[in-house]
């Protein structure tokens, strides 16, 4: 059964700080994989989608990379500012009628 | 191009009466995905609908809860009896019918049910 694990639950930093969320999944038949950000309340805005076909995604601040090998993909964010504040969710697209499998997320907290 | 719709944004009842959540997908997908959030969990799949069909009904609790696609409209997912613990934000998800099994997904803004 597809898990996915969200490293750390939570993480606090200071404004400008370069970081990383790491997310890694139990079956490496991962077929493409989703990064979201959801705000306390609100609904789930997508940042990058890796397709199968691809190892990394970028997006202004934004990074992520995807090893099928080994089951892990990385969210890297340059420069953080107070508004990255979020959960950021990882999502892998493997289920079995191509339903969606969400890690429990990483609550980020960029201090001004 | 309006994205997923999804009305009431905010749904309140009260234990036993029935709550219906609409989702409408992006114009032209023909596949719609729900998903149910409890408080400090993950988003969890509940159910995989093409128009007129169910796909996947795997993960929808066994009792109370239903869902339908029908051929015009929105989809419907319906949950009878309410209980507390089914307070949750229930997020709909569309794609388009691109021949592939894992076709890219798109959220609408959940609704948020609360049961008293």
């Known amino acids: 059964k597809q898990e996915v694990t969200q490293i750390p639950a939570a993480l606090s930093v200071p404004e400008g700080e370069n970081l990383v969320l790491n997310c890694s999944f139990t079956?490496?038949?991962?077929?493409?994989l989703q990064w979201f950000r959801q705000d306390p309340g609100k609904g789930l805005t997508s940042l990058l989608l890796i397709q199968s076909s691809q190892r990394e995604q970028t997006s202004g601040r934004l990074n992520a990379s995807l090893d099928k090998s080994s089951g892990r993909s990385t969210l890297y964010i340059a420069a953080s500012q107070p508004g990255d504040s979020a959960t950021y969710l990882c999502?892998?697209?493997?289920?079995?009628?191509?339903?969606?499998?969400f890690g429990k997320g990483t609550k980020l907290s960029v201090k001004p | 191009n309006a994205g997923v719709m999804q009305n009431p944004r905010h749904l309140v009842r009260r234990r036993g009466q029935e709550a219906r959540l609409r989702c409408s997908p992006v114009k032209g997908h023909s596949h719609v995905y729900w998903y149910r959030q409890l408080p400090e969990e993950g988003l969890k799949f509940m159910v995989y609908?093409?128009?007129?069909?169910?796909?996947?009904e795997s993960g929808m609790p066994k009792e109370r809860f239903s869902a339908e696609f029908p051929k015009e409209g929105p989809s419907i997912l319906r949950i009878q009896q309410v209980v507390r613990g089914d307070s949750a934000a229930y997020f709909c998800?569309?794609?388009?019918?691109?021949?592939?099994?894992?076709?890219?997904?798109?959220f609408g803004p959940g609704t948020r049910l609360t049961v008293l």
């Open positions: 999502v892998g697209y493997g289920g079995s009628q191509g339903n969606l499998i």
């Open positions: 998800a569309s794609s388009p019918n691109t021949g592939g099994l894992y076709n890219e997904q798109f």
């Open positions: 609908l093409q128009k007129e069909n169910i796909i996947d």
């Open positions: 079956d490496s038949a991962i077929y493409n």
